[in-house]
C-alpha cells in the first residue's frame, strides 16, 4: 500500500561530479534520499525505474542531451510527467530562456551560483507539496477500499435479510391461499410461529445494524483505558451464570483509545463464551501479550468449540457456526462487528478452536 510518509528522493542531475556532491551536501536533510546522475540519459533511467522520486533538479548545459530535452522526455513520460522539476543553470538569464525552461515543464528556475539559503528553502516547499500529494493519493485509495467494503457490505445486508422475508411471505401466502379451510389447526398455527419467528429475527438483525451504525458515527473520543478496571466491570455487570468461572491470567494494559470500541470487543467476547457454554464448570480466561505497537488480546473458554470449517465463516456477517445457530439471539452479526471494530485499529481477529477442547479467540488492539 501507497506510504504517505515515505523518504523525500530527489534526483540531482549535473555532468560534473563536483556540482552534485556540493548540492547534495546544501540538501542533505532528514527523511531525504538522493540518487545522482551525470548525463540526460542517465537521469532518464532513474526517472523510469524509481516510482518515489519527488523532485529533479536539472542542470540546463549538459553535453549530448540538455536539461531542455531531457524534461521534455520526462513530461511526454506517463510514468515521469507528474514529477516537479527545477533547473539549475550558471547562464541564460534572459527571460525567453527561462520561458522555454517552463515551456518544457520547469515548475521553477534557480540561478548559479545557487544562493543556499533560497535553495533550501524553495526545495522545503517541494517537499511539503510532494507530501501532500501523497496523503490525496493515499486517502483516495483507502476511500476506494471503504466503498468496496460498503458496497459488498450492502450487498450481503440485502441478500440475507431476504431469506426471512421470503420465508414469511411464502407461510403468509399458504394461509391466504386456504379459501376452502384444508390446513389442519394445527398446521395454520406452525405456519403462523415459523413467520414470528422469521420476523423476529429479522428484526434483531435490523437492531444490531443500527447499533453498530450508532456506536461507529459516534462513541469517537481517545482517552486513557485502564483495561484491567473495565474488563472487571463489564464481567461485573454482565452477572454471569453461577456455573461460569471467570478469570484474568496476564496483567492488562492502560491504552489511550476509543474505551466503547474496545469495551464492545470484549463484552461481546465474554458474553458469547458464557452464553454457548452449557457445561456444570464453565471457564473462561482473558490475558493479553505485546505484539509490537500491538496488545494481543485472547478471551478463552472450555465451550463446545467451533468447527474447523466456520473458524472464517463466523466473521461474515450473518454467518454463525453451527454450535451458535441454536440461539435464538444469534443473528451473525456481532463478530463481524467486532472484526471491523479490530480492523478500524489496524489489527485483526481470528479464532482458533478444537472442539473437543473450547476455542480461543484472540484480537490485536493497538497500544
Known sequence: MLNPNRDFTILLVDDREENLLALEEMLADENRVFIKATS????????????????IMLDVQMPEMDGFEVARLLKTNQKTKHISIVFVTAINKEEHYMLKGFDEGAVDYLQKPLDINVTKAKVKVFQ???QYQQELKYTAIELRRINQQLEKFAYIIAHDMKSPLTGIIGALSLLEMDEDGELSAEECKEYISHSKEAALYLANMINALLDYSRKSLADQTVEEVNVQDMVQEIVHNLFLPPHVTFKITTPLPILWTKKLKLQQVFQNLISNAAKYNHKPDATIELGCQEKGDLYEFYVRDNGPGIPFQDH???FKFFRTSINMATSESSTGVGLSILKLLVEEQGGKIWVDSDPS???VFY????K
Do not use: M, T, V
Not at 533511467?45 to 516510482?51: E, I, K, Q, S
Open 357 to 359: 477442547l473450547g476455542s
Open 128 to 130: 511539503h507539496l510532494y
Open 363 to 366: 484480537f490485536e488492539w493497538k
Open 312 to 314: 472464517e465463516n463466523i
Open 40 to 55: 540526460g540519459n542517465q537521469a532518464l533511467r532513474h526517472a523510469l525505474r524509481n516510482d518515489n522520486i519527488g523532485l
